[in-house]
């Protein structure tokens, strides 16, 4: 099937850096792919669509300023967490469809896990 | 997208079949019934879906009733490898994915 990367798979930042994170469909092409942060013991929470060729479309309560994306190519999407704090410490995760301009089945990435010091 | 329930937790044993429920009673006639299941630390995949017939692929069953207002997921060997947290959601094609508590499935030797 279809896999989805994402890049680094875990990384350790000062408070105050910023981090980008990056989500490839290796195989495949994706105008649309969805960001998700998960905190522990809980369930994923959606964050952003990415829109190859757009601007993102944010969930509510979600910082557009804090947390940057870009989707420059239809098979790269990049989350960019800015001034990152201890709070924004979690597991990110992307996702891109299994069929273009649907958006039910879903290819996941295996994550990455940002602790911010 | 209509809600779903799921139990909190449930275990199982090894090599028997995990019946996992979700019920569903205010699916819209456009949403269809998705699983998906996510190991710890990675993440989630999808399993299965269905409209109102069952289903049946490698990885499960799918088991919706006639009224379309539950479910039964079924994993018919359960191994170890099967111990995650499983979510079912309803939703129609264009929606979004959007994840519930979802059941943690323990599989015990």
């Known amino acids: 099937g279809a896999v989805v990367s994402q890049h680094p798979s875990w990384v350790i930042c000062k408070s105050g850096t910023s981090v980008k994170i990056e989500c490839r469909s290796l195989?495949?092409?994706?105008?649309?792919m969805f960001w998700y942060r998960q905190f522990p013991k809980q369930s994923l929470m959606l964050m952003a669509t990415?829109?190859?060729?757009?601007?993102?479309?944010?969930e509510q309560g979600v910082e557009k300023d804090k947390f940057l994306i870009n989707h420059a190519s239809l098979t790269l999407s990049t989350l960019t967490v800015t001034s990152a704090h201890p709070e924004d410490s979690s597991f990110y995760i992307c996702?891109?469809?299994?069929?273009?301009?649907?958006?039910?089945?879903?290819?996941f990435g295996p994550g990455t896990r940002l602790t911010v010091l | 997208d209509a809600k779903t329930t799921q139990p909190t937790s449930m275990d199982c044993a090894e090599g028997r079949a995990a019946n996992l429920p979700c019920n569903h009673s205010t699916i819209s006639g456009n949403e269809y019934v998705y699983w998906y299941r996510q190991i710890h630390s990675q993440g989630p995949q999808y399993i299965i879906h269905?409209?109102?017939n069952n289903e049946t692929n490698e990885m499960a069953s799918l088991i919706i009733t006639e009224d379309r207002k539950s479910s039964t997921l079924i994993l018919p060997h359960a191994t170890l490898r099967d111990t995650a947290v499983y979510y079912c959601?309803?939703?129609?094609?264009?929606?979004?994915?959007?994840f519930g508590p979802g059941t943690s499935l323990s599989v015990i030797p």
């Open positions: 195989d495949f092409q994706a105008t649309t």
């Open positions: 959601i309803a939703l129609a094609v264009y929606d979004k994915v959007i």
């Open positions: 996702s891109a469809p299994e069929v273009a301009g649907r958006s039910d089945t879903q290819y």
């Open positions: 990415s829109n190859e060729g757009s601007k993102a479309t944010y």
């Open positions: 269905g409209l109102k």
